[in-house]
């Protein structure tokens, strides 16, 4: 049976995806969990359809809804048409499997998420968003004090090289 085209594009194997062996670092587990939890929009702790189309036109494509429901296929162990963490997890294994793409891309992925305007940096605004959408409802005394303690060279924003050192913590 021929590959989807859905697969061809995303480079993802027909493979099952516990198939795909493919250990992740603390620092990836980390960052995809906070990415999970920011595009996991209703708390559910599932992404739905919608959901992941956001994810995956954040990380720079533009996926037709088939290509979506193709992914959510591709991973969807337990067939409820939704994507729980660990099946995100087989989806980034099979991501990054195939396109030999090392943590620090991802967490550079992760990062621009984050980084709404582009500016290369994320600034109090932007923290205020992203703790938000990981459902950290957190007062201005608690944003400036997770500012101060990342942001180590003092210029009000947190550079790629901050937050990396923000998740391996």
Do not use: W
Not at 34 to 54: S, V
Not at 75 to 84: A, L, P, R, W
Not at 143 to 160: K, N, R, Y
């Amino acid at each position: 049976m021929p590959r989807p085209k859905m697969y061809k594009k995303y480079n993802l194997p027909t493979a099952e995806p516990q198939m795909i062996d493919r250990e992740f670092t603390d620092t990836e587990l980390k960052a995809f969990r906070d990415a999970f939890r920011m595009f996991d929009l209703d708390g559910g702790g599932t992404i739905e359809t919608h959901e992941l189309k956001q994810v995956i036109t954040q990380l720079g494509d533009n996926p037709t809804d088939e290509e979506i429901d193709d992914m959510i296929i591709a991973v969807d162990t337990n067939g409820d048409g939704e994507i729980d963490f660990e099946e995100f997890l087989a989806l980034m294994r099979l991501r990054m499997g195939e396109s030999g793409d090392d943590a620090e891309t991802h967490l550079r992925e992760v990062f621009d998420m984050f980084d709404a305007d582009g500016s290369g940096c994320i600034d109090r605004n932007e923290m205020r968003t992203l703790m938000k959408k990981l459902a950290q409802d957190l007062t201005e005394e608690e944003i400036t004090l997770i500012m101060d303690e990342v942001d180590t060279d003092g210029d009000g924003e947190i550079s790629f090289e901050e937050f990396k050192m923000l998740v391996i913590k």
